[in-house]
């Protein structure tokens, strides 16, 4: 009998594996918004899972606005990733230090 | 063991097997395979859990569009693997530390039974034809309408701040010329001309 723990415990999993591949792709801009992605799927089984132990719909709404706003979210992410290349020919995090003092 | 119970065990190990190849491939496009595997099985996951159109909705917006946009981006651009791969290593033990610390803190937490989770709640069992399509939309029209019209306005305003941001200005797009403007005299812009009605109507 599968119960809720084991859904928040598979999501913290994968959610910590998506942080680790943030430290770990550190450097490649497009890495780390897959990364993101990766820990907005572990987020939303944890609404998804809240909202069928407990009944209620409200969970899976507020999943569909999280998708929404990650879609908008890497659109516009890799809209600047490109503008990123296109100047500096590179998307090497370290390359972008334009704003360091 | 139950059946559902063996498919949560098979999905949730494709789950976090692929997230963990996703994070440690230095191939950018395998990367990108890795979690498009790893959203189809969470959207499985999704599906065990009765959240239909959500898990529906996860292939088709997230594989269809959103991985497929990541792998025209990763195709267009030359990335130079030599870099990302040289400082590969240096972040790794950083990122190990960190997430089997947050891990087992989870773990501990989530499985002490503090909150009596698993026995305070449980699913309701529902009938053969019960729809999650017509309960979501029920809800999304009535009591989350104003969120719904929110996330319609910000999804334009990406749609703009996208095409905004990658289209190419020159030659396409008209753009002021300052030092022109300011250094326009009188005579560049009116020229007077002399002419009589009688004359022009008799060109005509």
């Known amino acids: ?101 | 063991m139950e059946f559902t119970s063996i498919l949560f065990y098979v999905f949730a190990l494709y789950f976090i097997g692929s997230a963990v190849l996703m994070v440690t491939s230095r191939n950018t496009i395998k990367a990108a395979m890795f979690l498009i595997l790893s959203f189809f099985s969470v959207a499985s996951l999704w599906l065990l859990l009765e959240a239909e159109f959500l898990a529906i909705t996860l292939i088709l917006v997230y594989v269809g569009a959103v991985m497929v946009l990541f792998l025209f981006v990763i195709k267009m651009l030359d990335i130079d693997k030599s870099t990302v791969r040289a400082k590969f290593t240096k972040y790794l033990p950083l990122g190990i530390v960190v997430s089997v610390v947050v891990i087992s803190q989870m773990v501990l937490v989530l499985s002490a039974g503090q909150f009596d989770l698993d026995n305070s709640m449980g699913p309701v069992r529902h009938a053969a034809d019960f729809s999650n399509i017509s309960q979501l939309a029920n809800d999304l029209y009535t009591l989350y309408v104003y969120p719904f019209e929110l996330a319609a306005v910000l999804l334009l305003t990406a749609i703009i701040a996208a095409i905004t941001l990658v289209h190419r200005k020159e030659g396409r797009s008209k753009k002021q010329n300052i030092a022109e403007q300011i250094s326009v005299q009188a005579a560049d812009r009116v020229r007077l001309v002399s002419s009589s009605p009688s004359k022009s109507k008799e060109s005509k």
Do not use: P, W
């Open chain 1, 1 to 101: 009998m599968i119960v809720l723990s084991d859904y928040l415990i598979l999501s913290a999993i994968v959610f910590c594996i998506g942080l680790a591949g943030i430290f770990i792709n550190r450097t490649n801009i497009i890495m780390l918004l897959m990364c993101v992605e990766l820990i907005l799927a572990a987020v939303n089984t944890n609404f998804i899972a809240f909202s069928y132990f407990g009944s209620d719909i409200a969970g899976q709404i507020f999943v569909f606005f999280i998708l929404t706003v990650a879609a908008a979210e890497v659109a516009i992410g890799l809209a600047i990733l490109t503008l990123v290349y296109r100047n500096r020919g590179s998307i090497d995090v370290d390359v972008t230090n334009s704003l360091k003092g």
